[in-house]
């Protein structure tokens, strides 16, 4: 069965940082486009960031554009959100999902396979 399960996401200050893991099974994430996706009540899913199946290539949007790093070990089958100087702006729901079309990154393409979701929470 293929999945994605996010893990890592909690209550934490703001300022602080979180790492968000997400461990595929039934398939290998090793050929695949990745990327994280958030969404807080009441407001549209915004892209994050995603990266290329190589991790040659990564793309943030521009409200976490030197604050939050994505990475991914193929070898473990797991792509990782960093997120540092967290803000009270970032609470959300904080999905990955996989690109089975591209090996590339594209934060405006459909991805295919979606975790449950992880909740981030910002606040003093």
């Known amino acids: 069965q293929l999945q994605l399960v996010e893990s890592g996401g909690g209550l934490v200050q703001p300022g602080g940082s979180l790492r968000l893991s997400c461990a595929a099974s039934g398939f290998t994430l090793e050929n695949y486009g990745m990327g994280w996706f958030r969404q807080a009540p009441g407001k549209e899913r915004e892209g994050v960031s995603c990266i290329s199946s190589s991790g040659m290539t990564t793309n943030y949007a521009d409200s976490v554009k030197g604050r939050f790093t994505i990475s991914r070990d193929n070898a473990k089958n797991t792509v990782y959100l960093q997120m540092n100087s967290l803000r009270l702006e970032d609470t959300a729901v904080y999905y990955c999902?996989?690109?089975?079309?591209?090996?590339?990154?594209?934060?405006?393409?459909?991805?295919?396979?979606w975790g449950q979701g992880t909740q981030v929470t910002v606040s003093s």
């Open positions: 999902a996989a690109d089975l079309v591209t090996t590339g990154c594209s934060l405006y393409r459909d991805f295919d396979y």
